[in-house]
Nanobody, 124 residues
Framework: QVQLVESGGGLVQAGGSLRLSCAASGLSFTNYNAAWFRQAPGKEREFVVRFSRAFGRTVYADSVKGRITFSRDNAKNMVYLQMNSLNPEDSAVYYC?????????????????WGQGTQVTVSS
């Protein structure tokens, strides 16, 4: 049974930082492409960042470029999201997700496994 568990969310002031973690069981991140999405109240879930194993590169949404960094620890079977210079518009539930798409994808519907999400709230 596949399970993704996010952690690290919380309340932070604008300009602050948070590091989100996603632990996987039942699958290995070395065999799948992972991504982070987020969903703010009243808004659709949106793409934040993904990693493509095939190309060995990370793709970021324009809204987070330069402020957010995706990383992996294959030995621990975890992925991370380092978020800096946070602003209130970054407040959302952040989800870790995995796709079987060979080259990775930004499309939400292509992701087959999802975590339960972790809340990030940025105060102004």
């Amino acid at each position: 049974q596949v399970q993704l568990v996010e952690s690290g969310g919380g309340l932070v002031q604008a300009g602050g930082s948070l590091r989100l973690s996603c632990a996987a069981s039942g699958l290995s991140f070395t065999n799948y492409n992972a991504a982070w999405f987020r969903q703010a109240p009243g808004k659709e879930r949106e793409f934040v960042v993904r990693f493509s194993r095939a190309f060995g590169r990370t793709v970021y949404a324009d809204s987070v470029k330069g402020r957010i960094t995706f990383s992996r620890d294959n030995a621990k079977n975890m992925v991370y999201l380092q978020m800096n210079s946070l602003n209130p518009e970054d407040s959302a539930v952040y989800y870790c997700a995995v796709t079987t798409a060979q080259y990775g994808t930004n499309r939400l519907n292509d992701y087959v496994y999802w975590g339960q999400g972790t809340q990030v709230t940025v105060s102004s």
